[in-house]
């Protein structure tokens, strides 16, 4: 998938869930935020004291765990609702961070699926869509464990993000 803005991550996915707001505890206003899986990508405007510091939606964040009220019915387990309970990954200062979603409340958000089929080179080509050098150098590093530009060889299922200027 080529680089692309948080406000276009429509062309390659599937909004799932949302628009919603969560409040400031991470409670949905107005109803569940329902149907969601880890790996769903959150798009995310910020509220309260953060309003309007970015552009919206301003912030990505992948829903790493599904979790929910320890005292509820689930007892913390997955529920398939988003709420404060839920983990998330997300790029923090200075480093990726996974933290309950809660911990970023409050906040307007949307619910993304990617599109299994976006990054498959053979129908984007039909698409009419040119993928960048990066796909496929994420698919050949993924099978070979071992990125030039790095010469060490690599753990198993490591991916290194890197991206090449042509």
């Not at 309260?48 to 919206?56: C, E, H, I, M, Q």
């Not at 790493?64 to 309970?85: C, I, K, Q, V």
Request: charged share 25%; hydrophobic share 35%; net charge negative.
């Amino acid at each position: 998938m080529p680089y692309t803005s948080v406000s276009s991550l429509t062309s390659w996915s599937t909004v799932v869930a949302g628009p919603a707001d969560l409040d400031e505890h991470g409670t949905p206003v107005g109803g569940e935020v329902a149907g969601v899986l880890p790996g769903d990508v959150i798009r995310i405007d910020y509220a309260g004291d953060y309003a309007g510091l970015t552009p919206a939606p301003g912030h990505v964040a992948v829903l790493y765990e599904d979790r929910s009220d320890p005292d509820g019915p689930a007892e913390g387990g997955a529920d398939g609702n988003l709420d404060g309970f839920d983990l998330i990954a997300h790029m923090g200062h200075p480093q990726l961070k996974v933290e309950p979603l809660g911990d970023q409340c409050p906040m307007h958000l949307d619910v993304l699926r990617w599109d299994p089929d976006s990054c498959d080179p053979n129908r984007a080509a039909r698409a009419g869509r040119r993928l960048s050098p990066a796909v496929a150098d994420l698919r050949r590093l993924s099978r070979s464990h071992v990125d030039r530009d790095h010469p060490r060889p690599s753990p198993p299922g490591t991916v290194w993000f890197a991206s090449r200027r042509r």
